[in-house]
């Protein structure tokens, strides 16, 4: 063993030596124990429900807090030094709620938050010198409820905030000095609900993506720098505005041909048939085909046969279905079920009603 390491140059040592120090430390730094306890706090229609929630270096562990139908709630929480730790915070169809987040110098650290449906809320989340850390921020349908985010120093990072058919809530996002890190911004179908977006740094050193959506007139999007939008921009106009651009509806599709029926199929080969046999025999081939032309017409103008008994009524035809089941509207109203109940029979009812 000595002779090999005397073998070995100066930079070779050092690079041995560095990797057995890097192969002793990395069990203790890659797997700190958990020093909080995991915290769930799921609670149904919470009133006035208060949760602060403040830890310093905590290491492994989550923290889950879900209001269902929340009134007036108010959710603060702060982590310094976090590593390898998980934040999920969810509100689902609620009022008058507060949700606060602040992270600092944080490492692995993953943090979700999503509103459903919440009115008169607000939204704030601050973290601060991150590395590695994921962000993800949903909105869906929020009225009068804003949100605000600021994101500093992320290195190697993922920031996702986004809102759907927003109604008077504002979006502001900032990030400070990003590096290395993805960022995603969008609103989709905004109603009086501006989108702020601020970069303070290098763009080129991120992947930025900032879009707005089939924005109404009162929706302001406002970029620094400028906003990094697709080459190709559409304008939406809604149905039933003043302007001259509005597209109405496209009209219904054509209801599908009727489907020829297969006897005139036959009648069709048949008389093709007998036409060539007119030709081979004379006169005979031509009492042929008169009969089958006669068998034909006696068939076509009497479609009813091979529909008859329909639901109990004679002579409703493939035509009357289209229109009025039953060809009137006492047959039709005789034709509506009665085992499940008088609301689907008077539903039946109206529907003869209408098309009898």
């Excluded at 992320?154 to 504002?170: M, Y």
């Excluded at 959506?213 to 406002?222: E, H, M, Q, T």
């Excluded at 496209?250 to 029926?261: F, G, L, S, V």
Aim: hydrophobic letters at 25%; proline letters at 8%; a neutral charge.
């Amino acid at each position: 063993m000595l002779v090999r390491q005397a073998k070995l140059s100066g930079g070779m040592k050092v690079f041995v030596q560095v990797a057995c120090m890097i192969l002793m430390a990395l069990p203790t730094c890659t797997c700190l124990p958990q020093n909080y306890d995991d915290i769930d706090m799921s609670i149904d229609q919470p009133k006035g429900e208060s949760v602060s929630i403040s830890q310093s270096n905590p290491s492994s562990n989550a923290i889950h807090i879900g209001h269902n139908n929340p009134d007036g709630s108010d959710i603060s929480i702060s982590q310094t030094n976090p590593y390898n730790t998980s934040v999920h915070i969810s509100m689902n169809v609620g009022k008058d709620t507060k949700v606060k987040v602040e992270m600092t110098e944080g490492v692995n650290v993953q943090l979700h938050v999503s509103f459903n449906g919440m009115t008169n809320s607000e939204c704030e989340i601050m973290v601060a010198g991150c590395f590695n850390c994921s962000v993800h921020a949903s909105f869906q349908n929020p009225v009068n409820t804003p949100v605000k985010v600021t994101m500093d120093d992320a290195k190697v990072s993922f920031l996702h905030v986004s809102q759907n058919i927003p109604t008077s809530s504002d979006m502001e996002v900032t990030m400070n000095n990003p590096v290395n890190s993805q960022i995603h911004i969008s609103q989709a179908v905004p109603r009086s609900s501006s989108l702020t977006w601020m970069l303070n740094g290098d763009a080129d050193k991120n992947q930025v993506h900032v879009s707005q959506n089939a924005a109404d007139g009162n929706s302001d999007l406002n970029c620094t720098p400028d906003c990094p939008q697709p080459e190709n921009e559409y304008s939406y106009d809604y149905y039933g505005d003043e302007s001259s651009n509005a597209v109405e509806p496209p009209p219904p599709p054509p209801p599908p041909p009727k489907p020829q029926r297969k006897q005139q199929n036959n009648n069709n080969r048949n008389n093709q048939r007998n036409n060539s046999g007119n030709r081979r025999n004379g006169n005979n081939g031509g009492r042929n085909n008169n009969k089958n032309k006669a068998g034909g017409q006696g068939r076509s103008e009497n479609p009813k046969s091979s529909n008859s008994g329909f639901q109990g009524q004679k002579g409703f035809t493939t035509k009357d279905a289209q229109g009025c089941p039953g060809g009137s509207l006492e047959a039709c109203n005789q034709g509506c079920p009665t085992n499940y109940g008088s609301r689907v029979t008077q539903v039946c009812q109206t529907v003869c009603k209408k098309r009898c």
